[in-house]
């Protein structure tokens, strides 16, 4: 694809040089044919004439052209462009070593799905005697039918949110009375959100404890009927406990006998399906998902974003919360790029407001701010249609920022270049200055453009996919 594109590239640009001297060659002869001989009008020099002459046409085509291919590009990604948020695939490389291991992990991936769907075939046609023990009836309906028979609900696992402590003192640990009441205070707000119960993994109809540190350092109060009322262990009796049993996924790498201190613990809670009123988790599996879904994204706003920066912090002294889900995660980077998309439209305000005072034309601010929108959009006509990147990066929009200024840039040296040419050329006509304006500004701009654009392509010879895609992208939006 690369070594096409370029042959292209090259190709074009040669078409284009030698067309331009042609048409010059052509007015040239027929100048020395009518015996008006004069100086050898070169490709910029015809492209100036054509640029003032008919200024609303190439203005027109500077709309059309552009808006047509973002246009071409919107439609062929289906008007929804796909961020790819997935910032572990960003330290994906284009080397062969990588390609073959891609297939191999693609292959075992689908044997892997064949031997699932086997199973869940043959499943299906198994029948258990035991299975009347397990499952749960509705009540019988006032016409005597005989009520469905359902499946106890949520006793499949299948989502897993995974959270995390670090001590905010590390000199003494996570392992503190004050550390612990508070990692027991955040677990008991994710379990007493009111739709916990229906969407946790269950056994017995009730939800299953998380695999906490809570259950092993605290204990019901003996004698109370109260569950929620938990006393707090012997600490040090429970680490030896743990240590000599072995017990360490709930400590860091130097946790051990003669050592009883973590900077670090962790908890898991999980999700299970089929949930109420479905016979089997293949049920309208969709809907069963979006419901799951829907719960996450409101314990997110509930609970897991007071950890970080929640309209309501979590006001914890001794311990820092992190947590990991996938679809969490992707969640919480949307919102954050959409934070920062809101500040782009702030920069992009600002700027607009600059250009305005300075060049005090709105025809000429507005028009400037459109050839950005839709040099973005005919950028991704080439990534996604020509390179066949299917998807746009974080980095990505770190264009926005950057061609704004670049933008900015070029109007200004244009414009007070243009106004420039009076004192320089005398009295002439807007035809005349826009002509030595052009000439005079089109070199200071093609030279920063070339060099910045140039310094954008050379990172498409990286082997990190990422940088070549975003070089590319950059690169080919500047130009």
């Known amino acids: 694809m690369w070594p096409l594109l370029i042959s292209a590239v090259l190709g074009g640009l040669t078409l284009c040089t030698f067309c331009a001297y042609g048409l010059s060659f052509v007015r040239h002869w027929q100048s020395y044919r009518h015996g008006e001989l004069g100086d050898f009008s070169g490709p910029l020099t015809l492209w100036v004439d054509s640029l003032t002459r008919c200024p609303a046409l190439f203005l027109l085509l500077g709309l059309a052209i552009p808006g047509t291919l973002g246009f071409l590009g919107l439609e062929a990604a289906g008007f929804a462009p796909h961020v790819d948020l997935d910032f572990a695939g960003y330290l994906a490389v284009d080397l062969p070593a990588q390609f073959i291991q891609n297939a191999v992990e693609e292959a075992i991936a689908q044997e892997a799905s064949g031997d ?188 897991l974003s007071r950890a970080d920066d929640g309209p309501e912090p979590l006001a914890f002294k001794h311990v820092k919360v992190t947590w990991f889900h996938a679809l969490l995660k992707d969640f919480e980077v949307g919102k954050w790029l959409f934070h920062d998309a809101v500040w782009c439209a702030g920069t992009f305000a600002v700027v607009t407001l600059l250009i305005m005072l300075n060049l005090r034309s709105v025809y000429l601010t507005i028009f400037g701010m459109l050839g950005v929108l839709l040099a973005f959009a005919a950028t991704f006509f080439f990534h996604f249609v020509v390179l066949e990147y299917k998807s746009l990066t974080v980095l990505d929009f770190l264009s926005l920022f950057l061609i704004v200024g670049i933008a900015a840039d070029d109007m200004f040296i244009l414009c007070h270049t243009f106004h420039l040419a009076p004192a320089v050329l005398g009295p002439r006509g807007p035809r005349e200055c826009m002509k030595w304006a052009y000439k005079q500004a089109g070199q200071a701009m093609l030279v920063t453009t070339a060099t910045t654009a140039g310094s954008f392509y050379a990172n498409c010879v990286s082997v990190l996919r990422i940088v070549k895609q975003f070089g590319f992208f950059m690169g080919g939006l500047i130009r």
């Open 116 to 303: 699932r769907r086997q199973r869940a075939e043959d499943w299906e046609g198994w029948h258990f005697p035991l299975a009347s023990t397990t499952v749960s009836s509705k009540p019988e309906n006032t016409s005597g039918a005989e009520g469905r028979r359902l499946a106890p609900t949520q006793t499949q696992r299948w989502w897993q949110l995974d959270i995390f402590y670090e001590a905010v003192d590390s000199s003494t640990g996570i392992f503190t009375e004050q550390a612990l009441q508070e990692i027991l205070a955040f677990e008991n707000l994710i379990q007493s959100m009111e739709n916990y119960d229906e969407f946790c993994w269950k056994s017995n109809g009730q939800c299953k404890a998380p695999q906490s540190l809570t259950n092993l350092f605290f204990h019901p109060v003996p004698g109370q009927t109260d569950m929620n009322d938990l006393e707090l262990q012997d600490i040090n009796a429970t680490l030896r406990m743990m240590a000599r049993t072995q017990i360490l996924q709930f400590t860091d790498k130097d946790f051990s006998v003669f050592n009883l201190q973590s900077q670090y613990t962790r908890s898991s809670f999980f999700g299970g399906i089929p949930l109420a009123g479905y016979d089997r988790w293949q049920t309208s599996w969709d809907v069963q998902r979006q419901k799951h879904e829907a719960f996450l994204l409101e314990l997110y706003d509930e609970v």
